[in-house]
């Protein structure tokens, strides 16, 4: 939700925030702009759209600069509501939301002050203005101890034109110096070059006069630890591919491969170990595609380890007054691990005596730093606003936990998750098919996912794909629920997609495909059982190879995701940066 980067050197600022603000786009991409110390005041160049129309703007000179891309929360989508916003000596750029911004806002009208934009943002800029006593440090204090909510601030003044300020509380902030700057940025791809990385903490600020980094906590100045660098695969880049979404597809199979944990062979595997002996029971907290995961790992679960499972979309646990039982397991599953209700619904968990495992994509998130442990998924960055290699990533980690979990327990036999990078290689390769099935439902008014058990899982990932990305109304259901309602909406034509990879349910989830052909719908069915592929009801069929039933969602979603993907292309829409939406969801 927003990039915020910010650069002081000895080079030029604009071309630096340019380029830090594109590799940043994926988190917001509504607005965009750049505010540069210039002599006696600063340059600003903001346009609705997206960071290629700051036209003309790497030409403004300066060395010290700040830029942000927008997903708006407060104020629609405009140049007037662009980042930077500017009061008095400030301009600054925000991320996140300030929950109280209206009554500061009308403090600040009361003492005659104009406000020229919409945002919740722009509010910070007085508040810097009116605390300002020659001590821009202390002022950006001050102004922070008045707001409620989430920020991450990078901030000039005009009476220190090179010098940034910044401030982070619940907005991921990465501090960096290069060779020829220090930078700011909300994420660390946006400034990989740099040879020392520090993630800023809540409630830490950062001073960047130019050549010097100073950090400082509540009680004052304070030393940090760097990060580990980044490496070059770190840096996204496209490559071969049109799209970041088809390149992420076929790096599935890596993805599989690198997030299969063996808690055996691991030495520092066996602290968890430890955690899962003791475990009664598993709350599972994730939003969106994350959320799907949890399904899917709540079946294997509760089917290999016998461990009663609940899985809950983090926005509602975190408002329900959840039971935390003794022997309580949350597992905070997200792929940036900066999504504010999973980290909201994870410390929560935490406060009622819970022992907390965040799974998340991406080291030194703010997750990481409210879990008791963290396993890592090892997909590589995803840049796609619409997740695929991440959730195939966190099906073979959860998975891997299902049997770890299970031997636990003393289960004797658990399947093998060693086929399944092969077996998802072999699906990768065969995705571009979907290509012919994606026309099929160009024309439709909506499309319906059902599946039962894994395959329940299936559906319900195939279809937020497709809606988030093609913008065709969908939904996802379990097979046998189709006749309690949902059913009335099949009429001639309407496309099914039904996921079928387990012979124990083949008849119970054919019933369903034979009442849709019996109302004219057309059934595109995704399985592994050849002879159901062939029966006349089915319209058209996708065939993929066996593997454990329990684990099939991590295979046939696959074809599911290249659906989306061909339907969004089809559509004539950006599968990489759909509408309204943005990667990391860092507000509630
Ligand atoms: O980073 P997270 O895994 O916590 O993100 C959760 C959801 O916002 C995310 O999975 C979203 O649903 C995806 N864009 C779906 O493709």
Request: proline fraction near 4%; hydrophobic fraction near 40%; charge should be negative.
């Amino acid at each position: 939700m927003c990039g915020i980067i910010g650069y002081t050197g000895k080079e030029q600022a604009a071309p630096k925030l340019l380029l830090g603000l594109k590799r940043l786009e994926y988190r917001g991409y509504d607005s965009a702009g750049i505010a540069v110390s210039s002599e006696g005041g600063f340059s600003v160049c903001k346009k609705k759209g997206r960071v290629s129309e700051l036209n003309g703007a790497e030409k403004i000179k300066g060395v010290c600069g700040v830029g942000h891309t927008r997903w708006a929360t407060h104020g629609a989508p405009s140049e007037r509501n662009a980042h930077p916003h500017a009061f008095g000596r400030f301009v600054l750029v925000h991320n996140g939301i300030i929950e109280n911004y209206l009554p500061l806002k009308e403090e600040c009208e009361g003492r005659g002050e104009k406000f020229i934009s919409e945002t919740d943002s722009e509010v910070i800029a007085h508040l810097l203005e009116y605390y300002d006593r020659g001590d821009v440090l202390a002022a950006l204090k001050e102004t922070a101890a008045r707001l409620e909510g989430s920020y991450a601030l990078a901030v000039m003044c005009r009476d220190e034109p090179n010098v940034l300020y910044a401030a982070r509380r619940k907005s991921p902030l990465i501090v960096g110096r290069g060779k020829e700057g220090l930078y700011l940025a909300s994420d660390v791809p946006a400034i990989a070059e740099c040879g020392e990385l520090y993630s800023l903490c809540d409630g830490e600020f950062a001073v960047l006069p130019g050549d010097k980094i100073r950090f400082y906590g509540e009680e004052g100045e304070i030393k940090k630890e760097t990060m580990k660098l980044v490496s070059k695969s770190d840096i996204p880049e496209k490559g071969e591919y049109a799209h970041f979404m088809l390149k992420e597809m076929h790096e599935i199979p890596a993805a599989i491969a690198n997030s299969l944990i063996n808690f055996e062979d691991d030495f520092c595997f066996s602290a968890i170990n430890i955690v899962l002996c003791q475990t009664e029971y598993i709350q599972i907290v994730a939003c969106g595609t994350a959320y799907h995961s949890g399904i899917a790992a709540k079946y294997a679960i509760e089917a290999l380890a016998r461990v009663p499972v609940e899985v809950t979309v983090a926005s509602e646990y975190r408002y329900r007054d959840p039971i935390v039982k003794k022997g309580t397991l949350v597992l905070a599953v997200s792929q940036s691990g900066e999504t504010a209700d999973t980290l909201a619904a994870a410390e929560l968990a935490k406060e009622r005596g819970a022992t907390v495992i965040a799974i998340t994509n991406v080291p030194d998130s703010s997750i990481t730093q409210i879990a008791h442990f963290v396993l890592f998924t090892r997909a590589g960055r995803e840049i796609a606003v619409a997740a695929t290699k991440s959730f195939n990533a966190q099906l073979a980690l959860l998975f891997s936990l299902a049997v770890a979990l299970a031997k636990a327990k003393g289960r004797e036999t658990v399947p093998s998750l060693r086929p399944l990078p092969a077996l998802a290689e072999e699906v990768v390769s065969e995705a571009e098919k979907m290509k012919e099935i994606a026309p099929m439902l160009l024309g439709a008014k909506s499309v319906y996912f059902i599946g039962r058990g894994a395959d329940y899982c299936a559906a319900l990932e195939g279809s937020l794909k497709l809606k988030e990305i093609s913008y065709l109304p969908s939904e996802g259901y379990p097979a046998g629920e189709l006749k309690h309602g949902t059913l009335a909406l099949i009429d001639k034509g309407t496309p099914v997609i039904a996921i079928l990879m387990q012979e124990g349910l083949s008849e119970k989830t054919m019933n369903a495909v034979f009442e849709v052909y019996a109302r004219g719908g057309r059934v595109i069915l995704v399985t592994n059982l050849p002879e159901y592929a062939a029966r006349k009801e089915v319209y058209r069929s996708v065939l993929l190879p066996k593997c454990e039933e329990l684990f099939s969602p991590i295979l046939s979603v696959i074809p599911l995701q290249a659906l989306a993907y061909y339907t969004s292309l089809a559509r004539g829409n950006d599968p990489d940066k759909p509408r309204n939406l943005a990667k990391s969801v860092t507000v509630e």
